[in-house]
């Protein structure tokens, strides 16, 4: 039984992070003329309305995107600021977009995306806005399993699980493997919390210990509940995209100053 909702959480500084690193590595790996494939195991619902009650109930939005804005966290020619802007045209003031209509701004017709999303009103929001890809209502690493490697070959897959599942930190490694003697020449990209307990550690620290090379951006904030578990955000990325390093250290140096 799936109860984890991202609305609650759309545009917190966790997804400023991770949003921030997934617009640049689309921006440059969709910079060059050739055809890639984007591939999301844990898609969510695509589309976020700030001014709903669920954000409003938890205040995470106020203390990340939209301070990020006020404060210029990020630079006006930022790809993150650049999708948010192109969204916030088209769906109004207080919308947020999640990675799937992140990716959709730097996707091009020849570009094959294709997005897995379990929870099933989840799935039929999602179905609303992302015309522009292959919906699959399952579990994201079977449908990751069963299309690596993809066609094009070139391409991202961005793993971003709820956690709800605690045996996800144990799985989580063994499915990067996999997926990664598949598709070696993929960016593959894994999104968890830091949190207060140190859960996440064994976790990152067998994936370093498979893929040594991987870029790894973790930054450290405030709790967005007094008692609340989740003190920062981390990526993984195996086979990171140029350009991705700079951007990992210009985040950690925003975040280290709050
Ligand atoms: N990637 C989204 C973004 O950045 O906008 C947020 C995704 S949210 C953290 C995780 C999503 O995964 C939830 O919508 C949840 O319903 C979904 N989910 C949970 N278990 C899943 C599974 N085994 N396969 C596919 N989706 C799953």
Redesign the pocket.
Known sequence: M?S???AY??GNLA?LH??AL?ASMLDYLTAKPKPLSYL???????L?DLSGPESARTGEAAAGITRALAQDWLPENHPLRQALEQIRALHGPHAY??????ARHFLRPEDEAHL????PA??AALARVAGFAHL????????ANALCPPTPRRGLL?I??????KADYDSVPRHIARLARKWNVGVIAL?YPLLLDGRQRPMVQALLRGHPEALLSEVRFPPARPGHGMVGSGMVVINPPYGLEEEAGRLGGVFAAL
């Open positions: 799936l984890y909702q991202h959480h759309a997804d991770k949003h997934l999301e195991t844990h898609a969510g619902r695509g976020y977009p999640g990675s799937p209509l992140i897995a999303e379990l929870h989840e799935h699959h209502r399952q579990d994201g690493f079977q449908m961005l971003d699980p709820s956690y709800e599942v999104w």
